[in-house]
């Protein structure tokens, strides 16, 4: 195995699995890392860096915010996937169900 190739695995993001097919957000004009599986209670604290996801999830699944933050739940149904900028560092979220 090439020095180059140890090197570029060495810093690929992982993947994720979710329920439906993964979806993989962008900003800064690149693609972001996955960060981590979340339920609300670990990113209520950056609410306002999420919110223009938050509003896309809940007009995608027809649903109020009340009903996104009480269902959103690592390892449940309605789970999250928190994902970072490699540029900016800015916080992006989605969601799928079971």
């Known amino acids: ?10 810093y690929r993001t992982p993947g994720y699995l979710g329920w439906q097919q ?6 800064c004009g690149d693609f972001c890392a996955i960060k981590s599986y979340v339920g609300w209670e670990d ?17 995608n699944f027809q649903i ?3 009903i996104f933050k009480s269902s959103l ?5 309605h789970q999250g996937y ?3 900028c490699i540029k900016c560092g800015k916080h992006r979220l989605h969601s799928d169900l079971s």
């Open 1 to 10: 195995m090439s020095l180059y190739i140890e090197l570029q695995d060495t």
């Open 22 to 27: 993964e979806y993989w957000l962008s900003h």
């Open 43 to 59: 990113i209520k604290n950056i609410e306002d860096e999420l919110s223009v996801d938050i509003q896309r999830i809940c007009n």
């Open 64 to 66: 109020t915010e009340e």
């Open 73 to 77: 739940s690592n390892g449940g149904d």
């Open 82 to 84: 928190l994902f970072q």
